[in-house]
T-cell receptor, first 118, second 110 residues
Framework: DSGVTQTPKHLITATGQRVTLRCSPR?????VYWYQQSLDQGLQFLIQ???????AKGNILERFSAQQFPDLHSELNLSSLELGDSALYFC?????????????????FGPGTRLTVL | TQLLEQSPQFLSIQEGENLTVYCNSS?????LQWYRQEPGEGPVLLVT?????EVKKLKRLTFQFGDARKDSSLHITAAQTGDTGLYLC??????????FGAGTRLTVKP
C-alpha cells in the first residue's frame, strides 16, 4: 500500500459524458501527478500540482483539467469523453518536487482508476 | 511517439535464469528511473540514476546508466517468480518533462 488513494476504482460511462477522478496523496506529500496508461500509449504524464498550484504539464488534452485543493487532494476532470479515453488513470504523490520538476523525487503511485468509455 | 524505447517488449524465462532489459533514447536524460508494475497496481520506484556510467545494485537487480546518459539497462540475476511484472523506465529530459517507456513485460516461470 503506497498510501495514495484513488476513487473510484472502476468507472464506466458513455461518449460525450464528463467524469471526475479523485486522488488523496500520502500524508505530508505536497505534489500530485496524474498519468494515463493505455495499452497502445504506455504511461503518459498528464499534469503535476504542487501545493495547490499547477507546476508541470504533459500530454494533457484541452478536454481534461485538474486541480489541487487546500487539503491537497486532487481531482482530474475528463469531459466530452471519447472511446480513446478509455485507460487506467494513475495519481502519484511526492514530498517535494525540488527544483520544480521530477528531479530525484520518489513518486508513490495509487492503485489507479480504470475508465471505460462505451 | 515514444521517446524512450524499451526492449524486449516481452520476456519469458525460467526461474533461476539471468536477464537484461534495455531502455534507449536518442536524447540525453538528466536522470532516469526504473519502476516495476504488477497487475492491478501502480508502478513502484526501484531506482533513480543520475550520473553517466553509474551502476546501482538492489539485491539481485543491477541498474546501469550509459556513459552518454542516453541509455540504461536492468540486469536481474537468478530470476524468481516474484520478479514477474512490467518494468518501466522513465527519463527526465528537462526540468518539467518526464517520459515513460512502454515497458518490458517479464514473466518468470517456476
Amino acid at each position: 500500500d503506497s498510501g495514495v488513494t484513488q476513487t473510484p476504482k472502476h468507472l464506466i460511462t458513455a461518449t460525450g459524458q464528463r467524469v471526475t477522478l479523485r486522488c488523496s496523496p500520502r500524508s505530508g506529500d505536497l505534489s500530485v501527478y496524474w498519468y494515463q496508461q493505455s495499452l497502445d500509449q504506455g504511461l503518459q504524464f498528464l499534469i503535476q500540482y504542487y501545493n495547490g498550484e499547477e507546476r508541470a504539464k504533459g500530454n494533457i488534452l484541452e478536454r481534461f483539467s485538474a486541480q489541487q485543493f487546500p487539503d491537497l487532494h486532487s481531482e482530474l476532470n475528463l469531459s466530452s469523453l471519447e472511446l480513446g479515453d478509455s485507460a487506467l488513470y494513475f495519481c502519484a504523490s511526492s514530498v517535494d518536487d525540488g527544483s520544480g520538476g521530477f528531479y530525484l523525487n520518489t513518486q508513490y503511485f495509487g492503485p489507479g482508476t480504470r475508465l471505460t468509455v462505451l | 511517439t515514444q521517446l524512450l524505447e524499451q526492449s524486449p517488449q516481452f520476456l519469458s524465462i525460467q526461474e533461476g535464469e539471468n536477464l537484461t532489459v534495455y531502455c534507449n533514447s536518442s536524447s540525453v536524460f538528466s536522470s532516469l528511473q526504473w519502476y516495476r508494475q504488477e497487475p492491478g497496481e501502480g508502478p513502484v520506484l526501484l531506482v533513480t540514476v543520475v550520473t553517466g556510467g553509474e551502476v546501482k545494485k538492489l539485491k539481485r537487480l543491477t541498474f546501469q546508466f550509459g556513459d552518454a546518459r542516453k541509455d540504461s539497462s536492468l540486469h536481474i540475476t537468478a530470476a524468481q517468480t516474484g520478479d514477474t511484472g512490467l518494468y518501466l523506465c522513465a527519463g527526465r529530459y528537462n526540468n518539467n518533462d518526464m517520459r515513460f517507456g512502454a515497458g518490458t513485460r517479464l514473466t518468470v516461470k517456476p
